[in-house]
């Protein structure tokens, strides 16, 4: 009576050899971030829907759970680049089109005018659009900036992962977007409140050995 057939957890063996060994530079940046650098976390959460729901959202009452409307139309989607400041708990975004190269190298043009002196070291997954020539020819113009890759599948080593699912739950759960704009200006007016009120930094207790995972 002890198993339980009908409890699973995934579980996925990295393919990466030196997979300790990056997730461990990885996190000793979080536990011990160089005193001259400043250590953001960068990606993109793609496919953000703007969904317009066909009828307003009913609030919740005693005994009785917020109902949502099943039926809604779509207005379309953004990407949505974000840089989370280790340090500060502090963020920059950009709502795009999309996250193609183009995209991607005008927001680290903006990381530079928000990060204006000292290093800048960047943890971010090894998408093309970061190892690339055009990531490459970037950074070979820029050299206060540098990219600390996660490993392969190990993209939830990326600690601005964690401000995205704090953003989907405070801002976009549930909501009504009649275009892209309102979408748009939800996604500027949480980003700008948690600067605000809730930035924080993250406490990291993960070592980087994969059997602590």
Known sequence: MALQPHRVRYWLNPEDPDFDGKAAEICKLYVSPPHNATVLSLDEKPGIQA??????????????????????????????????????????????????????????????????????????????????????????????????????????LNQVEIWFSILSAKALRCRSFDSLAALDRALYAFAKYWNRALAHPFEWTYTGRVLNA
């Open 51 to 156: 969904l317009r729901r066909r009828h307003p959202t009913r609030p919740l009452g005693p005994r009785r759970p917020t109902r949502v409307e099943f039926e809604y139309e779509r207005k379309g989607t953004r990407n949505l680049f974000a840089a989370f400041n280790i340090r500060t708990g502090s963020v920059l975004v950009w709502s795009t089109p999309s996250r193609a190269i183009p995209w991607v190298l005008s927001f680290l043009d903006q990381i530079l005018n928000w990060v204006r002196r000292g290093r800048i070291v960047i943890i971010t997954d090894n998408i093309s659009t970061r190892t690339g020539e055009a990531a490459r020819q970037w950074l070979a113009a820029h050299p206060r900036v540098r990219f600390v890759f996660t490993p392969k599948h190990g993209s939830w």
